[in-house]
C-alpha cells in the first residue's frame, strides 16, 4: 500500500509518500497538537479557577454514637439549588470544598438516621473541621433468631416443616407525627410498640432476641433522640423521652435520663436536659 496525502500549490507534488513517513507525519502533527493544547489550557486553568471564585475547604468524620466510622456516608451540601454531594472513605473520613455561603447539609448512610444541618461556610485560611455522628436506625440482627424446628420432646412426633416466624415484629414500625402541625415537614418516629389514649402516644423500643432493646427514635432536622419511650401529650407541643436518652443536635451529643423538646418557630428545640 502506498499512501500520498497532503497540501500542497502544486497538485502534482504528494507532500507524503510511502506508510512510514506518513505515519510520522501524522504523529509529530498530533504531538504538536496535544503540546499547543496543554500549554494553552495551562494559562487558562487559572483563569478559570478565578473565574469560578474562592472556595472553603471542609473535612472531618461521619461516625456512629461510638465514634465508630461509617463508610460510603453521603454528605449533600446544598445552597440555592447547587448540590454538592461526597462520600466518605472505609475510614469515614471526606474533604470537599465549596462556595462560601448557607448551606443546608444532609447526611444520610445505610442503617442510620439522616441528619439535615444549616451551616454558614465563610471564607478562611485553614481548612475546616467538620463531624457528623449519626443515631444507629437498623432493624433488630436478624442472626439471633433461630430458624430451625423447636427441640423434639419425648412422645411428641417431629415438626415436619420449618416453624413461620413473623419477622416484622423484630423491625421498626415508622410514622409521622403529624400532631405537631406547626412544623412542616412532620418529625419521623421510628419504634417497636405503640400506645395511644386520648391525651396521649407513648412510642416504646423495639425488642431484640439475645440483645439489648432498640430505643424509640424520632429524627427531625438537625435533632435525632433516642431513648426507651417517646411520649407525646396531644394538647401541648411538647415530646418527653425517658430511659437512656441520646440526644444528637447541631451542638454534638448529649446523654441523660430525661429530655424534653418543644416546638419553636418551625424547629423542634431542646427545652429541658437532665
Known sequence: MNLAFGVNTDPGQKVCRGDVACVVLVLGFCFTVAVSAAAIYS??????????????????????????????????????????????????????????????????????????????????????????PLVDCSDCDLRDIDFGSPPLEDGVPPVSQFPVIDLSKYKYRREKLEGLQLISPAPDILFGQRRETDDLIVYESLPCLARDPKPAILSHGAITISAATLTYPKKSHTILADGDVLLLDDSGTKHASHAELTVAGSKLRVSYLK
Open 43 to 132: 494559562r487558562l486553568d487559572p483563569l478559570l479557577r478565578q473565574q469560578a471564585g474562592p472556595t472553603v475547604s471542609i473535612h472531618g468524620y461521619v461516625t456512629g454514637t461510638r465514634d465508630v466510622p461509617i463508610s460510603s456516608a453521603s454528605i449533600e451540601f446544598l445552597n440555592e439549588g447547587e448540590k454538592i454531594v461526597v462520600i466518605t472513605s472505609y475510614r469515614g473520613t471526606y474533604t470537599t470544598e465549596v462556595p462560601p455561603g448557607k448551606y443546608a447539609v444532609t447526611v444520610s448512610a445505610n442503617g442510620f438516621c439522616s441528619r439535615t444541618e444549616e451551616h454558614l461556610f465563610r471564607l478562611q485560611k485553614e481548612t475546616m473541621s467538620l463531624d457528623f
